[in-house]
């Protein structure tokens, strides 16, 4: 069966406000829309469909089929399992993540039935607004029968106001430094650096990226306001595709996603003062608003926990994947050090039971690692407070903001992917420890830096 997984596919909105040209849905960009009903019931809402890597090689994004060893790692969730028999497994463990990361900042969808003709349309209309990346790594799977249909929560759901609505959508990544005792003596320093900027150093040596990353991670979860503003500040200087601005639900600032640069620095400028004009904020206000509806929820908080799960780090969990399948452990075979095997094989030696249970969290946490979060705004309109949604004030303009706060991308990562994210793991940290930075990283040298360690590494062979 080929590797499928999800693409998320921004739906536009008719606007009742006075413009020379409203914009339709994307229903109406597929034929003329004859049943109004309908279009008016596709408004505000996002669909993602399913999409197929076109290298079959690579391994799959997310789940779409439980193997038998799958089943044994999420057989202790109710109804989990029994979900992909009635095709609704990314509804079911929406309800999962909602328990880690609250219902009330999860979406869920709903199944919606889709015809072959009508996902070969919808792929030619996307094609101009996808990354090449993306264009040559996959392709909508048109053989699916459903999509998910879920809000768009780039905006505000009801009636729309005079006011414009402004969405940032993050992707914050690990936020929290790795402590686990299977991190091997020369993998140390990890338990210094951010695994975001040691990728990031990585990515640039590899020509992914033409400018390192100022962002830390560890500033957006630290719960001090002071950092989360700089962690935010850092993220219009270098968007890269951890940083969108939408503005009434159309990207404002930012790219369309990928690990490329993903806005030009000669436009951000351009980007920031276009922004201004249509919402009343300067960068600085914004900046503001932003930290201090992060700060206030505690959305970040729910986050970072549910990151925590992974305890055991990718170096120890690997060892029960390999219990979980049956498999001989391709990463013990290559060790020599005599403590370091001790320690794995206390691992090996634990229950079928309570290796799925690590491995299942491991997985978990790996979806929140790589989740976005979506912060919208407006301006309360009246001063009341029986409102729907939380809110902030915000001093500088002396002006009241409702906001809501949603994970996306919340997909089941696929068990068989455990190699995977060995391997990378692998090869970002052996990188970092034998360059150390090769580009300019302005972050606090007390925080980590590279090691002389040896380059002998465990590795995985096939």
């Not at 044994?72 to 509804?91: A, F, H, M, Y």
């Not at 968007?239 to 939408?246: A, D, G, K, T």
């Amino acid at each position: 069966m080929p590797a499928t997984g999800f693409t998320r596919e921004r739906a536009r909105r008719i606007s009742s406000s006075a413009t020379p040209a409203p914009r339709l849905p994307w229903y109406a960009l597929l034929r003329p829309p004859s049943r109004p009903f309908l279009v008016c019931l596709l408004l505000g809402k996002v669909l993602r469909v399913k999409k197929i890597l076109n290298d079959k090689a690579q391994p799959a994004p997310t789940c779409e089929v439980f193997s038998s060893s799958e089943q044994l790692v999420w057989g202790e969730i109710p109804g989990l399992v029994e979900s992909l028999k009635q095709d609704c497994l990314p509804q079911a463990y929406a309800q999962v993540m909602s328990q880690h990361l609250g219902a009330n900042h999860v979406d869920g969808g709903v199944r919606a039935r889709v015809s072959k003709e009508f996902l070969e349309i919808v792929g030619k209309n996307v094609l101009s607004s996808r990354p090449a990346w993306r264009v040559s790594a996959s392709a909508i799977d048109t053989s699916a029968d459903s999509a998910l249909l879920i809000s768009d929560h780039s905006l505000f759901s009801g009636k729309p106001r005079r006011s414009s609505c402004i969405a940032v959508e993050i992707k914050a990544k690990c936020g929290f430094l790795p402590s686990s005792e299977y991190i091997s003596q020369e993998n140390s320093i990890k338990k210094q650096v951010t695994r975001y900027k040691m990728h990031q150093q990585l990515k640039f040596h590899q020509g992914q990226i033409s400018k390192i990353s100022d962002y830390d991670p560890l500033d957006l979860f630290s719960g001090s306001k002071e950092r989360i503003r700089t962690a935010i500040k850092s993220f219009f200087s270098t968007p890269q595709n951890n940083f969108r601005i939408f503005v009434d639900g159309s990207l404002g600032f930012g790219g369309m996603g990928g690990g490329a640069d993903t806005v030009h620095p000669d436009e951000i400028e351009k980007c920031l003062e276009d922004l201004t004009k249509v919402s009343g904020l300067q960068q600085s206000d914004f900046i503001e608003l932003l930290s201090e509806a992060i700060f206030k929820s505690g959305v970040l908080d729910k986050l970072l926990a549910t990151q925590k799960l992974d305890d055991h780090d990718i170096e120890g969990a690997i060892h029960l994947y390999y219990d979980i399948i049956s498999q001989p452990c391709l990463v013990c075979k290559n060790i020599t050090d005599a403590e370091l095997l001790h320690k794995y094989s206390v691992l090996h030696s634990l229950s079928l039971d309570k290796s799925c249970k690590i491995v299942r969290d491991f997985l978990i946490a790996a979806t929140t690692k790589d989740c976005s979060l979506m912060m919208c705004f407006r301006p309360r309109e009246c001063e009341t407070t029986d409102s729907e949604y939380d809110s902030v004030f915000l001093e500088p303009v002396n002006r009241t903001y409702d906001y809501k706060a949603y994970f996306v991308d919340l997909d089941v990562k696929p068990l068989d992917k455990m190699p995977h994210y060995f391997k990378l793991d692998q090869k970002i940290v052996n990188f970092y420890t034998k360059n150390g930075e090769v580009g300019r990283v302005p972050c606090d040298s007390s925080k980590g830096g590279s090691t002389g360690g040896d380059d002998s590494k465990a590795q995985l062979e096939h």
